[in-house]
């Protein structure tokens, strides 16, 4: 007990929290962007593998880091787009299409990785983003260290969800967005482009994917591993529903889910790690997103024609 | 634009549409192969005759197709009945796991072993996929997510038995199971050739599937329940029943790919068993259109592209991950191609 | 806000529109005009085409020939954007709302540069506020569109209109869903806005509406216009026989002989179910040889009664008693085993799997019975498919045609057949006309006079009163979730339904 309380109360815990939430935190907005606008994006998982392979590759390959951030979102929005043209305008099953794109992206980042580094056994490192020092906060005793060390991307993350939910809920653009995905019918009869709305989120919510899966090889470590996303983005999905597809309690989701992940990992260290397998602490994080599945099930927050296709003339 | 069903399509229509998937998905294998410096062409040679060029190569692809025919079946009978099935790798695992556990541990002969190895393993899968089954019909939750993230959880088990209570005292070290012994393996079909019975069995598994889906109540209700679950329910089909039948079925054959892959080719088990076979289960079943027979001929095809692009980049300097790519552009392409087979674009 | 027209000139003039659908010609070359401050009938059955012309003029659909001008202007085909911009609105007839959005953001959708930053919510509540002053369209802006009623959500629709500054206004079957009531509202609405300069199309298939509100009609029949004509100049009979290209005759049931009761409700509740209420405290009794007609406004427990009686519910409390017994576990299986036919109120998502043939949609309910240990019989079922086919005159090209092919009578007669072939003792006809062209709805009506005539019970849900007079030999009205006491046949008006369809008379009665 005194072990875990030992974790609680260091500071580099409360960072871990802040560092593991943030990749999530990117993906979850995006996944949320789309489903509000009525499309569950299932590429999510490959996105953001492509995501992380191709801000890396861009920084390695000379740019700087926040051009390996926009690289991977171009990526990203290339996928979505593919995504969305399937399953808007054709109205594609979005199961098949977007484990389709997960396969794509996958295949695609590890394909352009073996032409791009034939022969290597261990990826090159480049130099990822280094925490924000920001004036007075960071030097904070305890705090400092806890709450204001963390890199731009994550600062970045934070702004992403905050917009996400300004623009959902406070502007024109967010009422389209939200009417889409509960009646595709009311948007078009008042002269909006359903195919237009829907397209636009999953190619903006899939550039937010592959932010994420780049603050993994760009902020979290320094170079690009195979399987190193590793269910990540099935696990914003389920994040998506805890948080009822609200981008607040989504981001509360994805900080608790964060506080379990940092809390198994020091776990593993302590006595507990001696008795229980790791294998055991490394499945908590699915198994939390099953159980918050089954926690919000009784909810019917759903948007109502999430993964409903429309067509122009069925009527 | 929108889509406009056709009445009665011509053959043109439902021709083209596949075969310019099929030019499409050839085209972007040029394409991949010329951006790594390689001759598409030569490429493409390379790929064919590493998957059938010689009695060894078409032997290597039947036995890569056995597991995915199982697991091709698997998804086809999930998806017809519209349950999402993304969960075969873990299924097969868990077959896997329980074919080594009779094999190894119970002792008992080969020709009782064997059936009681198959019958566990598919136990053991049926009993995978019922959980998340049974979240969906009574809870409500997407059995996509829950059979996703268990496939997770599934790996770090065998990971956790394979490095624990499972692991081979004779295995140097490594993380795997002890061997089934040599009477509790699947015989070879021809004595001398490198292909064992589980082919055998995917074959009588595809053409079971296909009795029990055109000529059987269940195949029916399946069929309906996955068409229009609010119709099957009106006219009394117990809708629930036939979900968690499926998913019996489902988990079953996907758990047999792993019976197969120990008991025919592999002999023990371990954490890298299963090439994605779960997974590429997918893209089988949906080339092959969930047509059972089409499975056979779907996990041929994608294991040819496997074992070919594994040969082929030996030899040119094609990275094998083309076989991926290849396929994920395959399902994508054929799936708007059979799209396109029923509806037309109209403008406005 | 649009141009001011000149005096004379029309605000809106369809010219040769002609709209195909594969074979199916829906508009064949119809011109139309429209003067400011007139109401212009659109008048013609099921299938006609009037849908289709309206979606063309508001750009949901591209007309393949023909062109729309609005003040005079042309507009771009298939931009429903441009349509609202040039002041057209449309009513649709199943409402285009959000149900969880609230109606002040079902009006404002669209109605702002989607880019801008704040989405003006306070100018429009205000504006909103003086619309529902002017047109006596009162609704509470912050209300979520679920927890309205229809007749309030049509408000919406109409507000959602005038917010746009329409004049032009299409309402598409407006009455369809109200009680008579209700729709007098509507039209001294429609009033004040001919008031206002506004000009009105207004389509239906119910003459007498029409006779009241139009000061022109115009006949459509198989998308061709086939009359035009001022309307104090015509008679409701010459505009039938426009209409169907014979005179209509309603089927007319010889007198009912009531038997024995087959099936009997005491005081049976069931669950709500989201907005849609559950019946409360219902007593139920239906008669062998008799036609209840059931009438009430959509969403007022219809579906609820539906899935009880059809075995998908079962009551929270008490009892339903079938030939005398309570059935112990309640299904649609049970219900169908016990004699009860029945007649879903969506055909294509109900009644029907779309991408079955008519063979596998016959055996639907009865596959189970006919099957031999886990086997389907396809031989019997062909047998049973060829006969309903034959007997029932479904047109198609074939038994192994997948059922979507079939136009939306012919899927009726297919479900008719299915119902009737298994001699049911109890008949539930939900909605069984709705859609259909008028040979195809006096076909089934003739079949479920003839059930009863041979001594079926006959539960008839419908929205449409007329329907309900002209067939039911005793009339219930069903409103939020409670039964009125049972009327026979002549013993109320149109008005004094519409009074109990809106909830009056409930507390006295109970």
Not at chain 2, 312 to 318: D, I, L
Request: proline share 5%.
């Amino acid at each position: 007990m005194t072990e875990i309380a030992d974790i609680l109360i260091s500071a580099s815990f409360w960072a871990a929290i802040l560092r593991i939430a943030s990749p999530l935190i990117f993906a979850t907005m995006g996944e949320l962007i789309c489903e509000r606008a009525g499309v569950l994006n299932l590429g999510i998982e490959g996105i953001m593998v492509f995501g992380a392979f191709a801000g890396w590759m861009a920084v390695y390959a000379g740019l700087p880091l926040w051009g390996g951030v926009a690289v991977a979102m171009l990526g990203g929005m290339a996928f979505g787009a593919l995504h969305g043209l399937l399953t808007v305008p054709f109205g594609l099953s979005q199961h098949v299409v977007g484990l389709g794109i997960t396969m794509l992206a996958t295949a695609a980042a590890y394909y352009a990785y073996r032409l791009a580094l034939p022969q290597v056994t261990n990826p090159p490192r480049i130099t990822p983003f280094q925490p924000l020092h920001i004036p007075v906060l960071s030097n904070l005793p305890w705090l400092g260290q806890a709450l204001f060390s963390q890199t731009a991307l994550t600062w970045a993350g934070f702004a992403a969800a905050g917009a996400t939910a300004l623009v959902l809920f406070r502007t024109p653009l967010g009422l389209a967005v939200r009417a889409a995905g509960e009646n595709p019918q009311a948007v078009e009869a008042q002269g909006l482009s359903v195919t237009a709305i829907r397209m636009g989120a999953v190619i903006v919510g899939s550039g937010l994917m592959a932010v994420g899966g780049a603050f993994l090889t760009m902020s979290a470590f320094s170079s690009f591993f195979f399987e190193m996303v590793n269910g990540r983005g099935w696990i914003c999905i389920a994040l998506v529903v805890f948080g009822a597809w609200k981008p607040g309690k989504a981001l509360l989701g994805a900080l608790l889910f964060a506080g379990f992940d940092a809390l198994q990992i020091r776990l593993q260290q302590t006595g507990l790690g001696q008795v229980v397998p790791y294998q055991v602490f490394l499945m908590i994080p699915y198994l939390l997103s099953i159980l918050a599945l089954i926690a919000m099930s009784r909810r019917a927050e759903v948007p109502a024609a999430l993964m409903t296709p429309f067509n122009r003339g069925d009527r | 634009m929108r889509l406009e069903p056709i009445a009665a399509p011509s053959h043109a229509r439902t021709l083209v549409p596949p075969a310019i998937a099929i030019a499409a998905t050839i085209a972007v294998a040029g394409l991949l192969a010329a951006l790594a410096g390689a001759n598409p062409l030569q490429t493409f040679g390379l790929i064919v005759k590493g998957a059938f060029g010689s009695k060894f190569a078409a032997l290597e692809t039947l036995n890569r197709a056995t597991p995915l025919v199982f697991t091709g079946l698997a998804v086809a009978v999930a998806f017809r009945a519209r349950l999402w099935n993304i969960g075969a790798e873990a299924q097969l695992y868990a077959g896997a796991l329980m074919t080594v556990l009779i094999g190894t541990q119970l002792g008992l002969p080969g020709p009782l072993a064997i059936p009681l190895m198959a019958l566990g393993a598919v136990m053991a899968g049926a009993l995978v996929l019922l959980g998340p089954v049974l979240l969906k019909t009574r809870l409500g939750v997407d059995e996509v997510v829950t059979t996703l993230l268990l496939n997770f959880v599934m790996a770090l088990f065998i990971s956790y038995l394979l490095e624990g209570p499972l692991k081979d005292p004779m295995g140097m070290g490594w993380p795997k199971s002890p061997s089934l012994p040599r009477d509790a393996r699947l015989p070879r079909i021809v004595d001398g050739l490198r292909l064992h019975w589980g082919f055998g069995l995917a074959l009588i598994c595809a053409a079971g599937v296909w009795l029990i889906q055109t000529r059987t109540t269940l195949g029916y209700e399946i069929r309906a329940v996955g068409a229009n679950p609010q119709a099957a329910r009106f006219a009394g089909i117990p809708v629930t029943r036939v979900l968690v039948k499926t998913a019996l079925l489902s988990g079953g054959l996907a758990a047999l790919a792993g019976f197969s892959e120990v008991a025919g080719l592999k002999g023990n088990l371990t954490t890298d068993l299963s090439a994605s076979f779960g997974y590429t289960g997918i893209v089988v079943a949906m080339l092959a259109l969930l047509h059972p027979m089409g499975v056979v001929i779907s996990a041929l095809f994608v294991a040819g592209i496997f074992v070919g692009a594994d040969s082929m980049s030996r030899a040119a300097q094609v990275p094998t991950y083309i076989a991926d790519l290849l396929l994920a552009c395959a399902l994508l392409f054929m799936v708007l191609a059979i799209l396109l087979t029923r509806f037309r674009v109209v403008r406005g | 806000m649009p141009p001011e027209t000149t005096a004379q000139g029309p605000v809106l003039r369809l010219s040769g529109i002609t709209k195909r659908f594969g074979q199916l010609t829906a508009n064949d070359g119809i011109s139309l005009s429209l003067a400011r401050g007139e109401v212009v009938a659109l008048l013609g059955e099921n299938g006609a085409g009037k849908t289709t012309l309206m979606n063309i003029l508001f750009g949901h659909y591209t007309a393949d020939a023909g062109t729309v001008e609005v003040m005079g202007q042309t507009l771009p085909p298939g931009q429903p954007g441009a349509a609202l911009n040039a002041g057209v609105g449309m009513v649709h007839q199943h409402f285009t709302l959000a149900d969880n959005l609230t109606v002040l953001d079902n009006v404002l959708l669209g109605t702002r540069p989607l880019l801008s930053l704040s989405p003006g919510r306070g100018a429009a509540r205000r504006k909103l506020a003086q619309l529902a002053q002017d047109f006596g369209l009162a609704v509470d802006p912050d209300a979520r569109i679920a927890a309205l009623s229809v007749g309030e959500r049509q408000r919406v629709e109409i507000l959602k209109a005038l917010f746009r500054d329409a004049r032009i206004l299409i309402l598409d079957e407006p009455t369809a869903v109200l009680t008579p009531q209700e729709a007098d509202a509507l039209f001294d609405t429609l009033r004040r806005m001919l008031a206002q300069g506004l000009s009105v199309i207004f389509i239906s298939h119910k003459l007498h509406e029409v006779m009241a509100i139009s000061s022109r009609v115009l006949v459509l029949r198989h998308g061709k216009l086939v009359g035009e004509t001022a309307t104090d100049a015509t008679d409701r009979h010459q505009l039938a026989t426009m209409m169907v290209g014979a005179e209509i005759t309603a089927p007319a049931p010889a007198e009912a002989r009531p038997g024995e009761t087959l099936l009997k409700l005491d005081n049976v509740s069931t669950a709500r179910q989201g907005n849609r209420p559950g019946l409360q405290d219902v007593a139920l009794d239906l008669r062998a040889g008799q036609i209840l007609g059931l009438a009430g406004v959509s969403g007022n427990g219809q579906g609820a009664l539906a899935d009880l009686l059809s075995g998908l519910e079962s009551p929270t409390q008490g009892t339903l008693t079938l030939a005398d017994k309570r059935p112990d576990a309640w299904s649609p299986r049970t219900a169908v085993a016990l004699g009860i036919g029945r007649i879903p109120e969506d055909r294509h998502k109900t009644g029907t799997i779309a991408d079955f043939t008519l063979t596998e949609n016959t055996v639907l309910e009865n596959y189970a019975t006919t099957a031999r240990g886990g086997w389907m019989n396809w031989r019997a079922a062909r047998t049973a498919t060829d006969a309903i086919i034959d007997k029932y005159d479904v047109r198609c090209p074939g038994p192994d045609t997948r059922i979507r092919l079939l136009s939306g009578g012919n899927m009726q007669k297919l479900i008719l057949g299915r119902v009737l072939e298994a001699a049911p003792r109890i008949i539930l006809a939900n909605q069984p006309v709705r859609g259909l062209d008028i040979g195809a709805v006096t076909y089934v009506q003739e079949q479920l006079i003839a059930a009863r005539d041979a001594g079926a019970a006959v539960l008839l849900i419908s929205e449409d009163l007329d329907e309900i007079l002209t067939l039911s030999d005793s009339i219930r009205v069903i409103s939020e979730g409670r039964l009125s006491p049972e009327f026979p046949r002549g013993t109320k008006t149109p008005t004094e339904l519409g009074q109990w369809m809106a909830g009056q008379g409930f507390d006295h009665a109970a």
